[in-house]
C-alpha cells in the first residue's frame, strides 16, 4: 500500500468515526473547501453544495450514528483525487450499504468531496470481487 | 462551462450511449486501462478490476439496454480525475436510479474507471437542491 492510499484510507476512517461517534465538528472539518460537495445518501437524490451537504450531517448525526462502521475499505489514487470504496452497517452486522468516497487534495490533506451510500440487495459474500489491485 | 467539464459530460453521455445501443465495443472502449476499473451495480457489492467490469457488462448489455437515458448530469474537475453525477432511467420516464460516474485522464480522453447506481427511493422534485456551482 502507497502512502497516498494509506492516508486516503485513513481520512475514510475518520468520516465514518465522526458518523460512528455523532461528532458533527470532525464531520464538518472533514469535507472539502475548494469545489462544492455533493451527497447521496441512501435513496435521495444528490444534494449539491457544502451548505445542503453539511445541513443534511447535522440533521442525520442528530438522529443516528452511534453503531456504523466500514469495512473492506479500499482506495484508488488519481493525482489529487482518490476514492475509497467501502460496506457500511451496523457493528459487528453484515453490512447493508456500500458507499464511494471522493476525496480530494486540499493544503496536503484528503478531504472528502463526495459521498454516495445506496444499499445492498443482500450481506456480500466476499469483500469484493476480482483482482484486488 | 469549461471545456473539461464539457468534455466529461460528453464521455459521460456516451456510456449511456453505448449502454442504450447495447454497444459492447463502445462501452469497452470506454473503460479506463491505466488503473483497475470499479463499478457497483444497482443492489451490487463492488467489482474489482477491468475483467471482472467488463464480464459483467457484456452480460447486462446481452440482457437489457435500450431504453435507458441519464439526465440531470453535472460534473467536477479535480485535475486528471473528474466525477459526473446523474440519474438514469427508462426513456420519457422519471428516472429510478442516481449515479456516480469516476473518469480518468488516459491519453487526452476522459475514461471511465468507477460506476455506482444506486435506487432512488421516490423521483426527485427537482435535479438536485442547493447551487450548482
New interface residues.
Partial sequence: MTDDELSVLTANETFYQAFATQDYAGMDALWAHG??A?C?H????????R???MASWRAILRAEGMGIESSAA?A?I????A?V?CFEGPRGEPPTL?A?N?F?REDGRWRL??H???????P??????????
Fill in positions: 469545489k462544492p455533493t447521496i441512501p435513496g435521495w437524490s444528490a444534494l449539491v453544495g451548505g445542503a451537504v479500499r484508488t488519481a493525482g489529487d483525487a476514492y470504496l456500500i464511494t471522493i480530494v468531496l463526495h454516495h451510500a445506496g444499499p445492498l440487495a443482500r456480500p459474500e466476499t469483500v469484493a470481487s476480482g483482482p484486488s489491485n
